[in-house]
């Protein structure tokens, strides 16, 4: 089997985000960036089910501006295979990202796509959904168990009620949820080594695809701030304020 | 043009957020009809006829719709697209599973998650774990659009007689299989609409000191949440996470007991109307969102909480 990793590069889970002034989107110069990381569990599967004998070749691709390299750079060190960067210089949305992904499929014949289920900057949780319906291939959301078989995969899934169990003929897209597995650190030697894999470049523009956005982005603003709380002494404290100030118990 | 809601339900029974997301869709425009796809669900049908604001219920009754299998669901909605101007779902893990497949097919670019609609094409929508809100207008002839249901309140559910017409269903997929689900039963109130919720966090330190958080649930009607940390740490499972991978709660009073409050935790938390602490770190983030802070260890905390309670003569349920 041939597995396919998308990864996106996104500002660092840990930094807290700054609304610009002008109201066009967030700060993002000297911002930690990393691989979201979801996607960063995406990768750590593929790269267990190759090491299971049940994958042949991990391929890791990215869209996005020159830095994206970065994060395929990244899954190369923990064990893909290679990497695509398809360059853009502009964000897509969700809609133009599946459009890139499905060129890459046709050409790549992959048996399965992987990716993390939601990306922690616009949190739209889309394109692995889109490029399923795209492809006309079955999809497998929010994966927290994947076991596979014969030219299927049992996938568990996370959901509001609890767990899914389904079962996907391949070729299928997964998208991997935070407890998938423990994505693993990538070793200095596998860093050096991954240097020297390679990674196609390819320009979106050459892949004859419309990735114009539809959605107009008017304005970005700091949500309502919280009003300051005060500290309580005691619990007996906790408890009578909730009863006679808050009044909610 | 009209508005087409997709109902999510068990077959029996309309699930609580399709009347919240009714409400948003209703905002968006009057004419909604809603789009039920289920086995032998004709009291889901019924119910949500009652609804004042549905105008329509299109009914479509088969075995392939029994369980929410994406791939099935899609072909039916895209069969009745064409009629409508938006085709909008709540935003839990039913509709983010099923509206991209949808929006694809219909080469439009979804809008996720929705919190108000300003108008009919323009929405706000909270990103990066809701630490900016952005204003967004979509310029595709078809909507696509998820609601976050905690946003608007639920829908009057009685009064209404709306028609409901039966439709025929779409073809089945061939290449996805529903083996099975593993719902945990629980007699609590459902954690995304619970007025109260009491989360746990890494402090418990194991799933049996979780005790003491259910106890004190038990004596408040309320839900039980937990910090991711928590449900990775095995100490209680998936379906409690709240935070920006899991559920945003919006409950008139939140209880976060040692849970240190990432960035990601108050995703899901913040817009609580009270929200509490308990933490015995003092510097933990969790404190900057707060009313009612305690500084204390949740093991002394909490079993005097519940005592305190004991006390009171009357807890609002």
Redesign the interface.
């Known amino acids: 089997m041939k597995i396919l990793v998308a990864v996106k590069r996104v500002?660092d889970?840990?930094v807290?985000?700054r609304?610009k002034e002008d109201g066009s989107g967030?700060v993002t110069d000297n911002v930690k960036m990393s691989t979201n990381p979801?996607d960063d569990n995406a990768i750590e599967e593929a790269v267990k089910i190759k090491e299971a004998g049940k994958a042949k070749e991990i391929v890791a691709i990215t869209i996005g501006e020159e830095k994206a390299q970065e994060t395929v750079r990244k899954a190369l060190a923990v064990g893909a295979d290679r990497g695509i960067h398809v360059k853009v210089d502009n964000i897509i949305?969700?809609?133009?990202v599946?459009k890139i992904l499905k060129k890459i499929v046709e050409k790549e014949n992959p048996d399965l796509v992987f990716m993390g289920?939601?990306a922690?900057?616009?949190?739209?949780?889309?394109?692995?959904?889109?490029?399923?319906?795209?492809l006309n291939?079955?999809?497998?959301?929010?994966a927290?168990k994947i076991e596979v078989k014969d030219n299927a995969l049992?996938v568990t899934?996370?959901?509001?009620?609890?767990?899914?169990?389904?079962?996907?003929?391949v070729p299928?897209i997964v998208t991997c949820?935070?407890?998938l597995n423990e994505p693993r650190y990538a070793s200095l030697p596998n860093i050096m080594k991954a240097k020297k894999k390679p990674i196609e470049q390819i320009n979106a523009s050459d892949l004859g695809v419309d990735i114009n956005?539809?959605?107009?982005?008017?304005?970005?603003?700091?949500?309502p701030k919280?009003?300051?709380?005060?500290?309580?002494a005691?619990?007996?404290e906790?408890?009578q304020?909730?009863?006679n100030e808050?009044k909610?118990? | 043009m009209s508005v087409l809601l997709i109902a999510e339900h068990n077959n029996k029974e309309v699930r609580p957020f399709t009347y919240n997301a009714i409400t948003a869709a209703s905002q968006i425009n009057e004419d909604l009809h809603v789009l039920v796809l289920g086995h032998q669900a004709d009291d889901v049908a019924k119910s949500l006829s009652e609804v004042p604001n549905v105008k329509k219920v299109i009914h479509v009754d088969n075995e392939i719709y029994e369980?929410y299998?994406?791939?099935n669901y899609?072909a039916a909605i895209i069969k009745h697209a064409e009629n409508y101007s938006h085709i909008v779902s709540s935003a839990?893990?039913?509709g983010?599973?099923?509206?991209?497949?949808?929006?694809?097919?219909l080469?439009?670019?979804?809008?996720?998650?929705i919190i108000k609609v300003i108008s009919e094409d323009?929405f706000l929508r909270?990103?990066?774990?809701?630490?900016?809100?952005?204003?967004?207008?979509?310029?595709?002839k078809k909507k696509c659009v998820t609601i976050r249901p905690t946003s608007f309140d639920p829908a009057d559910k009685s009064g209404g007689s709306a028609e409901i017409t039966k439709s025929d269903p779409a073809e089945a997929?061939?290449?996805?299989?529903?083996?099975?689900?593993?719902?945990?039963k629980s007699d609590r109130p459902e954690l995304?609409t619970a007025r109260?919720v009491i989360s746990g966090g890494r402090g418990m330190q194991n799933g049996e000191n979780f005790k003491l958080i259910s106890d004190i649930a038990d004596k408040?009607n309320a839900a039980i949440g937990a910090s991711?940390a928590a449900?990775?740490a095995g100490y209680i499972?998936?379906?409690h996470q709240v935070g920006?991978?899991g559920?945003v709660v919006v409950p008139?009073?939140y209880i976060a007991v040692g849970i240190s409050g990432a960035?990601?935790h108050l995703a899901g938390m913040?817009e609580s109307?009270?929200?509490?602490a308990i933490n015995k770190d003092?510097e933990a983030p969790i404190?900057?969102?707060?009313?009612?802070?305690?500084?204390?260890d949740l093991f002394e905390?909490l079993p005097?909480?519940l005592s305190?309670?004991n006390k009171?003569n009357t807890?609002?349920k």
């Open positions: 500002i889970y840990n807290q985000i609304v967030v979801p949305e969700p809609l133009a599946s289920k939601q922690i900057d616009d949190d739209c949780n889309q394109t692995g959904q889109m490029l399923a319906a795209l291939w079955p999809q497998a959301t929010f927290s049992e899934r996370e959901i509001d009620e609890g767990l899914e169990t389904i079962e996907v003929n299928a949820d935070l407890r956005p539809r959605i107009e982005q008017i304005k970005v603003e700091e949500p919280r009003k300051a709380g005060i500290k309580v005691s619990v007996e906790l408890v304020k909730l009863k808050a909610v118990i | 369980n299998i994406a791939e899609t839990n893990t039913f983010k599973n099923l509206m991209p497949r949808i929006a694809a097919l080469d439009t670019s979804q809008v996720s998650d323009t909270p990103i990066y774990a809701g630490n900016a809100f952005a204003t967004v207008r979509s310029n595709d997929s061939s290449s996805t299989k529903f083996l099975k689900k593993e719902e945990v995304g109260i408040l991711r449900v990775d499972t998936n379906d920006q991978t559920k008139d009073l960035i990601q913040k109307k009270v929200i509490v003092g404190f900057s969102v707060a009313d009612y802070g305690l500084e204390a905390a005097q909480f305190e309670l009171l807890i609002q």
